[in-house]
């Protein structure tokens, strides 16, 4: 009786198998987010009776695609049409019946009384598939297990509203994931979540299954995580999409998120992130109406008038719980001193734990004071770049960033040997960010990446639409947890396997809810990506495929131990930040450099940005609060506290002077080069418009900066092709440019001696 049923159900799914063969050379590269089509083969449907278009499959680029197309596509399609023919039937029940177990078969589907499906045999076979609810509110059966060798089964789908099993474990040693059920639609209430794809659990080679789509309806369901490939083999699932919301009503809640793709094998690539889903009504913060817009254009940002924008600005964090810059005292004379500076721009800090004190749980008030602060910025001209900022993972851990429930360590010891020693040396440390990488879940059922993600949806929403939110800077200086030394000593595999595709499910989140504000990805860490920028390697990272992403870097050098080359070493950062930049055609910030006070480094840092036209951003604006630093805080500031004002002894003059030399602000053309030495400034710029869309018309402005800190006695303006449109010795120089002039040099010089005491640039 058991071995009849068992033939029945093999015989069912001859044809399923048979179509999936089809596709499976269907593969990825290790940076593409296409899901390798073999992975769905136990939910590929029936083969169609007419004969589709040719399609030229795409060849695997990884050794793990490799593996399926040359080794196991063959044997487990010969392994099923054994298991699925009359004598292979029959010789299978004998075995089993001499074994007493259920050594070779398929497991059967699942039904209403039993919704799972059953494991396939235990050294042959694929799983059944789990049972398709029909019941409002019941969810689909899991898919069963994989023998040794075999694909796990199809989670069922979900009655409406309910979520979709999960899909079944492939083969021990090599197998795929069964694909999640899907979650079930509920138009006028919640709509089912996707189940999540099976893991390609071999111990040589697995892929994981495709996560489930979630279901439509008012609030649309969450879209199922893909399984994780196997360790070395491995492929991870794709993450199923999300549902659609507004169906059968109106709803107020964020759009539903696609799942998360599931993680790779050493010698395999990661599943893609879903789709998130659509219909959500949103409420958008006030447009920062004092500024314009910015947005990449090509490797230039560019405001809404076309003009090429350069920034100039500081970092603000507060490390410090509640984490809001205006409870270390930053605040509207902070502004004011930024602004009557010269500065534009404020990298400003959030921390997660600020964000999400519990899982799913956020603090609008937390965010509404930092939302404050920006449109404080804003009314004084000020940019700010959101970053989700973090430093040695945690505050249990001895530093900022994630939660407690989000930080995971197994129970390992805490070496708190410091910054930045402690990411070297402590094991909590390290479980802490693995668990991160590996998405493991949280209290409320979703990965660690998965809140992560969701906090950042909720962050975008709050910001969309407001012009002085230049962009989001996804992740303050991600390190890679125990792969810390390859990805030090030049391996690619952190940063294409783990961090990219963080990169592209937080993207996701965000483009959910703002579809504009810019993208700041940073590579890894410093203290592991600076040995190969040292060493002339280039910057390890994958392609964020969305129009508006900036690259973010940090440049610095190591204090008095690099002194004597520090120019050298903060050339050779830049220039490889810059090199990646060129070859995916997006701006690039230097966002962090300084953390010191020595003019002969500040120079270094600032100049080698300078000489590539990028923007920066000083770390820091104040070292109060900063726990986490690996210089002395007063040298770091450019404000020693911010609870007095930034005035006389509380301003770090020194460093200032060295900061706020004159720099175009906003550029009615393209520009070339600009540099300050001796107290000079040189700038010349073409009237060209950087989109390629022609020319600016004569008589466009062009902003400099140029602060009355930095010329005391005041200055000289000698314009080639253009005129001076502005009062003499205004802070922010005005030129126009000439009707016949296609490139346009200004030449400012100061009525005295460089105050600064240095060449600079």
């Given at each position: 009786m058991l071995a009849a049923a068992r033939r029945e159900s093999t015989h069912s799914r001859s044809k399923t198998n048979s179509a999936a063969a089809v596709n499976t050379t269907s593969l990825v590269s290790a940076t593409s987010t296409t899901q390798p089509t073999a992975?769905?083969?136990?939910?590929?449907?029936?083969?169609?009776?007419?004969?589709?278009a040719a399609v030229v499959p795409k060849l695997p680029s990884n050794p793990a695609g490799w593996f399926q197309v040359l080794v196991y596509n063959p044997l487990h399609t010969g392994v099923h049409l054994w298991i699925t023919s009359p004598l292979g039937a029959g010789v299978d029940a004998a075995i089993n019946r001499l074994a007493g177990t259920y050594v070779i078969g398929n497991g059967t589907r699942g039904t209403e009384a039993a919704p799972n499906g059953t494991a396939g045999g235990w050294l042959l076979g694929d799983g059944g598939a789990g049972w398709n609810?029909?019941?409002?509110?019941?969810?689909?059966?899991?898919?069963?297990?994989?023998?040794?060798?075999?694909?796990?089964?199809?989670?069922?789908?979900?009655?409406?509203?309910?979520?979709?099993?999960?899909?079944?474990?492939?083969?021990?040693?090599?197998?795929?994931?069964?694909?999640?059920?899907?979650?079930?639609?509920?138009?006028?209430?919640?709509?089912?979540?996707?189940?999540?794809?099976?893991?390609?659990?071999?111990?040589?080679f697995g892929i994981g299954g495709k996560g489930g789509n979630g279901g439509a309806g008012l609030d649309g369901g969450r879209g199922g995580n893909g399984g994780n490939g196997a360790f070395i083999l491995g492929i991870g699932g794709n993450g199923g999409d999300a549902g659609n919301s507004g169906v059968g009503g109106t709803t107020t809640k964020l759009p539903a998120l696609g799942g998360a793709g599931g993680t790779?094998?050493?010698?395999?690539?990661?599943?893609?992130?879903?789709?998130?889903?659509?219909?959500?009504?949103?409420?958008?913060?006030?447009?920062?109406?004092?500024?314009?817009?910015?947005?990449?254009?090509?490797?230039?940002?560019?405001?809404?008038?076309?003009?090429?924008?350069?920034?100039?600005?500081?970092?603000?964090?507060?490390?410090?719980?509640?984490?809001?810059?205006?409870?270390?005292?930053?605040?509207?004379?902070?502004?004011?001193?930024?602004?009557?500076?010269?500065?534009?721009?404020?990298?400003?800090?959030?921390i997660w734990a600020g964000v999400e004190p519990t899982p799913g749980e956020y603090n609008a008030a937390y965010i509404a004071s930092i939302q404050q602060t920006v449109n404080m910025l804003a009314a004084h001209g000020i940019y700010t770049i959101i970053d989700m900022h973090q430093d040695l993972y945690s505050a249990s851990l001895g530093g900022e960033g994630a939660p407690e429930w989000a930080t995971k360590t197994g129970g390992l010891p805490n070496v708190n040997a410091g910054f930045p020693a402690s990411y070297y040396l402590s094991p909590a440390q390290t479980?802490?960010?693995?668990?991160?990488?590996?998405?493991?879940?949280?209290?409320?059922?979703?990965?660690?990446?998965?809140?992560?993600?969701?906090?950042?949806?909720?962050?975008?929403?709050t910001f969309a639409?407001?012009?002085?939110?230049?962009?989001?800077?996804i992740m303050n200086e991600p390190f890679p947890g125990t792969s810390w030394l390859p990805t030090l000593l030049g391996s690619p595999f952190f940063a294409y396997q783990e961090l990219t595709p963080m990169y592209r499910q937080v993207a996701s989140a965000i483009r959910s809810v703002d579809p504009n504000a810019a993208l700041l990805v940073e590579p890894a860490n410093p203290a592991v990506s600076e040995v190969g920028a040292i060493l002339g390697l280039p910057l390890q990272l994958g392609t964020i495929d969305d129009p508006n992403v900036i690259l973010a870097f940090h440049d610095y050098c190591a204090g008095s131990a690099t002194a004597s080359f520090c120019g050298w070493l903060a050339s050779q950062q830049a220039n490889t930040a810059q090199a990646y930049a060129k070859a995916h055609q997006i701006p690039v910030i230097m966002n962090e450099f300084g953390a010191s006070n020595a003019k002969s480094d500040l120079y270094a840092e600032m100049n080698a940005a300078n000489a590539n036209l990028m923007s920066w951003a000083v770390w820091a604006y104040t070292g109060y609060g900063d726990i986490t630093t690996s210089g002395n805080t007063d040298g770091e500031s450019l404000v020693y506290n911010p609870q007095l004002p930034p005035t006389g002894s509380n301003v770090n003059t020194s460093s200032l002077q060295v900061l706020t030399t004159p720099f175009p602000q906003a550029i009615s053309g393209t520009p070339i080069a600009f540099s300050n030495a001796n107290g000079t400034f040189d700038f010349s710029y073409s009237t060209a418009k950087a989109d390629g869309s022609g020319s600016f018309a004569p008589g466009s402005q062009t902003m400099i900066s140029v602060p009355a800190i930095a010329y005391p006695n005041g200055y000289s303006v000698s314009v080639t092709g253009g005129q001076v449109a502005s009062a003499a010795n205004a802070p922010v120089l005005v030129v126009t440019s000439d009707s016949a002039a296609g490139v346009i040099r200004v030449v400012v010089t100061p009525n005295g001696p460089d105050p600064s005491g240095s060449a600079g640039s």
């Open positions: 992975a769905a083969s136990p939910t590929a449907t029936v083969a169609p009776t007419t004969t589709p609810s029909t019941a409002p509110g019941v969810r689909g059966g899991n898919g069963g297990a994989a023998g040794l060798l075999g694909d796990g089964g199809i989670g069922g789908n979900g009655g409406a509203g309910a979520a979709g099993g999960l899909g079944g474990s492939g083969g021990k040693l090599m197998g795929i994931g069964g694909n999640g059920g899907a979650g079930g639609t509920s138009p006028g209430g919640t709509g089912g979540a996707g189940g999540q794809g099976g893991r390609g659990s071999g111990l040589l790779a094998g050493l010698l395999g690539n990661h599943g893609a992130v879903g789709k998130y889903g659509t219909g959500s009504s949103l409420v958008q913060s006030p447009s920062g109406s004092s500024v314009l817009s910015i947005t990449a254009n090509g490797m230039y940002l560019t405001n809404s008038d076309g003009q090429v924008v350069l920034l100039h600005g500081v970092n603000e964090v507060y490390k410090l719980a509640p984490y809001e810059p205006s409870a270390s005292g930053f605040d509207e004379a902070d502004a004011e001193f930024l602004a009557a500076n010269g500065f534009n721009v404020v990298r400003l800090g959030v479980a802490a960010w693995d668990n991160f990488w590996n998405n493991s879940q949280a209290s409320n059922g979703l990965g660690l990446q998965d809140n992560y993600a969701a906090a950042w949806q909720y962050i975008a929403a639409g407001n012009n002085a939110v230049i962009g989001f800077d």
